[in-house]
């Protein structure tokens, strides 16, 4: 099956990136805020939509790309979409599933989020958005959000449950001294 296609993107080519996967010093560092709403923004989202969908994953941020700014995409319950600059209004209530992370692959745990979340940002073109949700998509929100602070599920977990990941990590296929790290097709953009 095809995924969806947004009508807000001006191109209509598949653009698949390779993600970046645990052990690159990208997805430890914080994001800078997006300033710019130009092409070069919008062609970022894209790329993050159609590796979202490829991979598949339900979320995925610019710095999983090696892009070093606060932004992210999301599909969630048969709705796409993505938030620029994210601001997180999160419930008391928590909720505790098992996450994974698709720069962390085969890797799940449960992980500790709240219930629900009011994310306030941008679109790709500046407009002013609100993200509503609860259970799947506050936690791909806060998910989400959290790579753009350089913080990945496995910082959130019990401490015996992320010696246990470390583990895991350590003996999989995909992590090692040969893991290669991509250079993404996009500006890094460095905190001014």
């Not at 997006?34 to 092409?39: I, N, P, Q, R």
């Amino acid at each position: 099956m095809d995924p969806p296609v947004d009508s807000c993107f001006e191109e209509a080519s598949v653009s698949v990136v390779d993600i970046r996967l645990f052990g690159d010093p990208v997805l430890r560092s914080p994001a800078a805020p997006v300033t710019d709403f130009d092409k070069q923004l919008r062609t970022l989202v894209q790329d993050l939509t159609d590796t979202m969908m490829d991979a598949p994953g339900v979320g995925l941020a610019a710095p999983q790309l090696g892009v070093g700014l606060r932004v992210f995409t999301y599909y969630v319950d048969g709705e796409l979409g993505h938030l620029v600059n994210p601001d997180l209004d999160l419930s008391d209530e928590m909720q505790e599933e098992e996450e994974g992370c698709l720069s962390l692959p085969d890797v799940r745990f449960p992980t500790p989020r709240a219930l629900g979340v009011v994310a306030k940002g941008f679109t790709m073109y500046g407009d002013p958005i609100t993200v509503e949700g609860t259970h799947l998509l506050a936690r791909c929100v806060q998910h989400e959000t959290d790579h753009l602070d350089g913080v990945l599920f496995i910082d959130r977990i019990d401490p015996e449950l992320r010696k246990q990941a470390m583990r895991e990590i350590r003996e999989s296929d995909w992590f090692g001294p040969d893991t290669i790290v991509k250079t993404s097709p996009h500006m890094q953009r460095t905190p001014r």
